[in-house]
């Protein structure tokens, strides 16, 4: 006799049970008794079902599990931040206004001078003494975050130093422009030079906006020597090559921009007209 191979065979059909009744697979099981399936009980109301039970008080639902507790009062959540985006020109007050308040407005500062002006200490002066949050952004300082292989300044100026220079000055136009957009004022201080508009000026404008307000501060020759002599590390550089960049930013004058001779100046002082001069530019925006 051969076998079919496949699927098991369905149940031999019993008086009153075809393919479709009330089968139950544990009646080929051996040791299973046999014998009709277990009747449910009828619901209650139903003839022969006894009694309905009294309806009783419908008990309250049961809470909701797993809610998370409430934060506590002092737990920060997200605060959304705006995107930073190109800084626009200060807006001109009404002509029947008074003299704006450069110290009350939100500015976007470029403070440009030779090494030894002394636009990094102005700066931070500046900052720490405003009415409304400012942030301070030195080129120099956002440069040295480069420690391993930094193009050291001493060493003159190549294709190393300048890339890294283009790198950081991206990066302090990327962070002002943050700030700014989330009403923080920024100061950035770098020793551009008028005859490299590119690498100089114009990158600065590119990165922040067409709102950047460049000041340059330009004391004598001498108070620059002397104030170079004073620093250390990577900062100090020498006398020539001081005299050299005191000689390049002269040609700042006649080009429009706002210079403060600080030379008689401390840094209150210097702070100070700073201050005059943005209330200038904020009235009559400079073309640059």
């Not at 300082?141 to 420690?147: A, G, I, K, N, P």
């Amino acid at each position: 006799m051969q076998h079919a191979v496949g699927s098991p065979l369905p149940p031999p059909h019993q008086p009153g049970q075809g393919p479709h009744g009330d089968w139950a697979p544990g009646a080929h099981h051996p040791g299973v008794p046999q014998g009709p399936a277990p009747v449910p009980p009828p619901p209650p109301g139903f003839p022969g079902a006894g009694p309905v039970p009294a309806a009783g008080p419908v008990p309250p639902p049961a809470p909701p599990q797993h809610t998370p507790a409430p934060p506590p009062p002092d737990t920060t959540g997200h605060v959304p931040l705006p995107p930073g985006g190109p800084v626009g020109v200060p807006a001109v007050p009404p002509a029947a206004a008074a003299v704006p308040d450069p110290a009350a407005t939100t500015l976007a500062v470029l403070l440009i001078g030779p090494a030894g002006a002394g636009k990094t200490s102005v700066a931070k002066y500046w900052a720490d003494h405003r009415r409304v949050p400012t942030a301070h952004i030195s080129l120099d300082d956002v440069r040295e975050w480069v420690r391993s292989g930094y193009a050291n300044p001493q060493s003159g100026w190549n294709d190393n130093s300048e890339a890294q220079y283009r790198l950081a000055r991206r990066t302090c136009g990327f962070a002002a422009r943050n700030f700014l957009a989330n009403g923080i004022s920024c100061i950035l201080d770098d020793a551009v030079f008028p005859d490299r508009p590119v690498v100089g000026l114009g990158g600065w404008k590119r990165h922040v906006g067409p709102g950047l307000l460049p000041v340059v501060i330009l004391p004598g020759l001498d108070v620059v020597l002397e104030r170079n002599a004073e620093r250390a590390g990577n900062r100090r550089l020498t006398d020539e090559e001081v005299a050299r960049i005191h000689g390049r930013m002269a040609g700042w004058y006649g080009s429009g921009l706002p210079i403060i001779d600080n030379s008689q100046l401390d840094v209150p002082a210097t702070a100070r007209v700073l201050d005059e001069v943005l209330a200038r530019a904020i009235a009559s925006p400079p073309s640059w």
